[in-house]
């Protein structure tokens, strides 16, 4: 198995990797909306949403993948009463790719996030 760190997304706030390499799969972490060069994070739910997907995005990117490879995406958040707000900048963000969901309410995120995304991605073989 290999780890992937990656500088454009936010450090690990706990003993885990962004992500890690195995079988042809990219294991990716939940990812917050902290923006990665200063740490903080917006009170919006969609600017949250947005930044975790952005985040996402760089670590697929560092393992030279994209968007359009994610199998699966997990979501945790804190009032699914905001589910179709997010679902707007979800499909805005993906386009027309729809890999495979959970949205799942949870009480309550690591440094009071209101929504965190992880994802599955296969790694196309040669």
Known sequence: MRTIFCENAPAPVG??????VGCD??????????????G????????????????LRAILWT??????????????????????????VYAGFLGEHRPSRAVVEVSRLPKGAKVEISGIAVIPTK
């Open 25 to 38: 799969l990219l294991f990716i972490s939940g990812q917050i909306g902290t923006e990665p060069l200063t």
């Open 63 to 88: 393992a030279g993948l994209g968007v359009e490879h994610l199998a699966m995406v997990n979501v945790y958040i804190t009032d699914l009463d905001q589910f179709e707000h997010f679902n707007e």
């Open 15 to 20: 003993p885990y990797s962004q992500a890690c």
């Open 40 to 55: 903080e994070m917006t009170d919006s739910l969609d600017k949250q949403a947005l930044q975790a997907l952005e985040n």
